[in-house]
């Protein structure tokens, strides 16, 4: 008869496990508000959707419940390469709630799933680390999270993440862009860096076609490790465009938003446009972060290509009723935004026209 | 000067993904109830807690909403063996949604994570097709989900993926375990074979130490293949368990539930146990699954590594009141469920102890 087998020898560290479950305690409680029921060991996630408290009383009135999902993309491949664990959880949050922002919606909570070859708790302890802080800058609790060893899935030093926010939004406070009107102004702000999007050709240029290392540090990249560009956190637009909404809520100037993810700015901002609207957009109008040329020029990239594959500059973008743009963009300049005026909208078949 | 490199050379295929975002569609709308703002191509999923209307007014008075994320560990590995895609995602849902009827929460929605080698649309639509199966055996609304192709992170042919559920519960009815007392009945729900976990050690022994092909035809497994003894899907809870949740609302006399998930009854249960009692089970008081007398004579895994990895027959645990333990059985075994009285709480340390 053979030796018996054990759990432990099939490649799961059940070990690993607790102490990892440890290490993250301290980085999940960073997150939580009085709305977080804390249930150690628990099977699920509690959050207090009203809160009763006479001092925090806030109720919905018809809430509707807003939900995102999305990983960071083969930027992950660039961290592992980087062995640089604790900023790719900032992106993982920046990428769901930015997405449901856009809406108009507060993020309540977040979740995240982390897969990987082997569970070292000080590298999950990292990555959660960064999902934490990512969560503090969108005041959002991280309610809870799963983390898979699955040796045969991945290969040795890698690993994927997926993230999951949930945000609230009253009903009639909806932000759909059916009121974008010719004559609108389009309001960009500046993004860190490729955010989390365009890594596939973004890796394809640096490591496949130009042989650099991430450790390479560049004059182009104004003396940045190429690791370092590369791997700039993903801006969270929460706090400004939240105070935004509230100061225009009865006035309602922000007509519509959108959040500059895969397909950039001519394939985002269409989502949000009316059938018959265009978004004329003048590109001299921001600055285009050194990362941008440095991969155009690199590639080469065709001009269009990086327009519709990366966010050149522009992480989210507001499109506000002309009267009130300028007060607008003075409130997201004191919120903490790089804010650019950066097109109109025309009449048109609900496209974007990028203009030199 | 070299050729300019485009995104799709860089390994995304952007066409492919319309083509899934289409076969994925009428999956998706399945599941939709009248609670769910249909959003083509937005940002994110919405859904209505509070729902006005006259015929279906549904209000609740201190909503806690509740999160789950999980995968369904490397029985992904064995669907992609077996090619078999579309019942995996019923376990994707069946993993959150019955970790989060523990607390006595109604599922809502659900999003998924699909991470793949290369996006083939047919592959992906099977996947969702299973995801929305499970959402509708779970009453919940598939609100979203991401697909993302990762050709360096995952090996032709591989996958994974994540779900996140969110349900609400009125605060004052979460179930805790807190009133669990000593006479209380154990009552177990035959689970559907290993459901989502340990997979590590069954492929282990089936495939690495018995050398066994997913398609070999074995007696000991009622002469179903190997893959369609692994793959069955993990049984979904919800329904069953909020009749008796909505039969015993005043009397409350269902005092914990567990889900028996990695680590099987002895790591579950003492999860919702007082630290002053004991969960003592009889084991011949259910039958067990052939696959588990398979892989355990297969391995060969000693009894008590068994108990610790698998759920050994009973995947959901309903711990009720004495007096009503008769009637809470029979309740459930008319929703569908079977349903094995396997024992009692006694005065203890908030352990599981397993009788022969």
Redesign the interface.
């Known amino acids: 008869?053979?030796r018996?087998?054990?759990?432990a020898?099939?490649?799961?560290d059940?070990e690993a496990n607790d102490v990892m479950v440890d290490q993250i305690h301290s980085h999940l409680t960073s997150t939580y508000g009085p709305r977080v029921?804390d249930?150690p060991?628990?099977?699920?996630?509690?959050?207090?959707?009203?809160y009763?408290e006479k001092l925090f009383k806030k109720n919905?009135r018809?809430?509707?419940?807003?939900?995102?999902?999305?990983?960071v993309?083969?930027k992950?491949?660039v961290a592992a390469k980087a062995k640089c664990f604790d900023t790719v959880g900032i992106d993982l949050v920046a990428m769901s709630v930015n997405?449901?922002l856009?809406?108009g919606?507060e993020p309540?909570?977040f979740?995240?799933?982390v897969?990987l070859h082997k569970l070292e708790p000080a590298l999950v302890a990292q990555m959660v680390k960064g999902v934490a802080a990512g969560c503090r800058q969108a005041d959002c609790a991280l309610?809870?999270?799963?983390t898979?060893e699955?040796?045969?899935?991945?290969?040795r030093g890698?690993f994927?993440m997926?993230g999951?926010a949930?945000?609230?939004v009253e009903?009639d406070r909806?932000i759909?862009g059916k009121s974008v009107r010719p004559g609108d102004v389009v309001l960009g702000l500046a993004s860190t860096g490729l955010h989390s999007n365009?890594y596939?050709?973004a890796?394809?240029?640096c490591f496949k076609?130009a042989k650099l290392k991430v450790t390479d540090v560049l004059d182009e990249l104004e003396g940045r490790t190429l690791g370092e560009a590369l791997l700039a956190p993903t801006r969270i637009y929460v706090r400004s465009i939240l105070k935004l909404i509230a100061k225009y809520r009865v006035k309602r100037v922000v007509h519509a938003m959108?959040?500059i993810t895969g397909?950039g700015l001519p394939g985002n901002i269409p989502?949000v446009l009316p059938p018959d609207c265009n978004a004329v957009l003048k590109k001299a109008s921001w600055p285009r972060p050194t990362i941008f040329n440095f991969l155009q020029k690199t590639?080469?990239?065709?001009e269009d290509?990086m327009f519709?594959?990366f966010n050149m500059g522009i992480g989210y973008v507001v499109i506000v009723a002309e009267d009130f743009a300028d007060a607008a963009a003075r409130l997201l300049l004191q919120a903490g935004e790089r804010v650019y005026h950066i097109g109109r909208i025309t009449r048109g078949t609900g496209k974007v026209v990028l203009k030199d």
């Open positions: 008869m053979s018996p087998i054990t759990y020898q099939s490649g799961v059940i029921i249930v060991w628990g099977f699920a996630g509690l959050f207090r959707l009203d009763d919905y018809n809430p509707v419940l807003v939900a995102c999902t999305d990983g993309g083969s992950v491949q997405d449901m856009v809406m919606a309540l909570f979740l995240d799933y897969a309610l809870g999270g799963e898979a699955m040796p045969d899935t991945y290969r890698d994927d997926a999951f949930v945000g609230v009903k909806i759909t365009g596939a050709l890796r394809a240029i076609r959108a959040h397909n989502r590639g080469p990239v065709e290509e519709r594959v």
